[in-house]
Structures are given as C-alpha cells and as structure tokens.
C-alpha cells in the first residue's frame, strides 16, 4: 500500500520551460514534505520542503505547492535548465515529530537544450 | 565537512556471504537511517536509530541487522546474502532539532551490493 504516490516515472521539457512534478499521497497524517533531488551515482540532495501550515514554499526557481484537500503536491521549477535532469522524489513525514520519511517511486526529469 | 560516509561503494558477493556496509556521519546528528533503491521501486527504510544504543526497524528489515554504539556509526549487516539482496544502499543522517530543519536527511553516494 503506497502511501506516497508520484505517478509519472519520467517527464521531458525544453530548456526554460516549466517543469511540474506532481505527488498523491494518501496518510491524512502527514504534517511535513520534501523534495530530493538524486543525480546518478550520487545520493539523494535536499531541495525544498513545506510543512502543512502552508500551501506555497519558494526557494528561487523551485516552489512547492500543497493542497491538503486533495493531499497533492507540486513542485514546480522555473525556468528549467539541463542541469535539472535528475530523478526527483517526493517525501512525506507524519505528525508527532517523527524523523521518518515515507518516498515516491520517483520522477526522472529530462530537460531538453 | 564530510557529511555522511559510505564505504564500500562498490561489493560483489556470491549467495551466502556475509558483509558489512558501513556508514558514517560528522555532523552530530542523532537520527540515521538505512535505505536501499530497487529500480522502480522508490527509497525503502530497512531499520533506524533515534540515537546510539536504539535502533527499530523499517519497511523492508528481513535479512539486515544494525547496532548503534556511537552517535557517528551506523553499520548495516547482510548475516547471508542473497540475490534479492542485489541493490543500491544508501544511509542518511538528519537533526530532529529545530523546527527549521524538520525530517531533512542527508544522505551517503551509496553503496552499490551485487549478490551473484
């Protein structure tokens, strides 16, 4: 039963366009998510976070939306660049102070000169 | 600063053989963890510690032990190893402390496990 969802394994756009990740997850319980960022070879990197209190986090290029009604989130980057292409996953941590993460499968970006 | 350390990068092991991975972190941090990657299937928690001397397990603990003697170490055990078992590892490390940097790991480069 996965409780954290990202539905497409791979999304393609052009250098400068937007890029949108999108993430479902199902545990009404979850209070705080992140998004890593893994490069091949490499371990996951941490690139934007937003607690539940909040519905928009923005950190340069890279904004994270949350809507708790529908429990999705986005990741939205702009303008993409072809140091963007990585895999991207999609985090979620539950109420209560707990330190453990649950992850999607992952989202590989291709960003395309 | 070297954040967290995983050695080895790379292992070969034949079904049955035992091995350690090993991990190490400099940042002080309390929380470590153990995950492997399987293509198509996400990050999966095999076991954690909250601190030294306590750890739990996670989603996928069958066939690993870990212990947690100092604040520094993780090791993840393979008693005996399996092809299953084939897969990328990665140990992460994080700070409960500060609301600011709730639940953000950091993580090792991995470790790559081949069992033949």
């Known amino acids: 039963d996965q409780q954290v969802k990202q539905n497409s394994p791979s999304l393609s756009v052009q250098e400068g366009r937007i890029s949108i990740l999108n993430c479902d997850y199902t545990?009404?319980?979850?209070?705080?998510f992140l998004w890593y960022k893994k490069y091949p070879a490499e371990g996951p990197t941490f690139l934007i976070s937003?607690?539940?209190?909040?519905d928009k986090n923005e950190d340069g290029r890279f904004t994270v939306f949350l809507n708790k009604s529908a429990k999705h989130l986005s990741l939205h980057i702009v303008p993409s660049q072809p140091g963007d292409s990585a895999v991207y996953f999609c985090?979620?941590?539950?109420?209560?102070?707990?330190?453990?993460?649950?992850f999607g499968k992952g989202t590989k970006l291709t960003v395309n000169p | 600063n070297a954040g967290v350390t995983q050695t080895p990068k790379f292992q070969v092991l034949k079904t049955g053989q035992s091995m350690t991975l090993q991990c190490a972190q400099d940042?002080?941090?309390?929380?470590m963890s153990w995950y492997r990657q399987d293509p198509g299937m996400g990050l999966r928690l095999i076991h954690y510690?909250?601190?030294?001397?306590?750890?739990d397990q996670g989603e996928v603990p069958n066939g690993y032990n870990v212990s947690r003697s100092t604040t520094e170490d993780f090791p993840l055990r393979l008693l005996s190893a399996a092809p299953s078992q084939t897969s990328v590892y990665f140990c992460?490390?994080?700070?409960?402390?500060?609301?600011?940097?709730?639940?953000?790991?950091?993580f090792g480069a991995g470790t790559r496990l081949s069992v033949l």
């Open positions: 992460a490390s994080s700070d409960p402390g500060g609301y600011s940097g709730k639940n953000i790991q950091y």
């Open positions: 545990n009404s319980m979850f209070d705080y």
């Open positions: 937003i607690s539940s209190i909040k």
């Open positions: 985090a979620a941590s539950l109420q209560g102070g707990s330190e453990k993460l649950v």
């Open positions: 940042m002080n941090h309390e929380y």
């Open positions: 510690s909250v601190g030294a001397g306590i750890t």
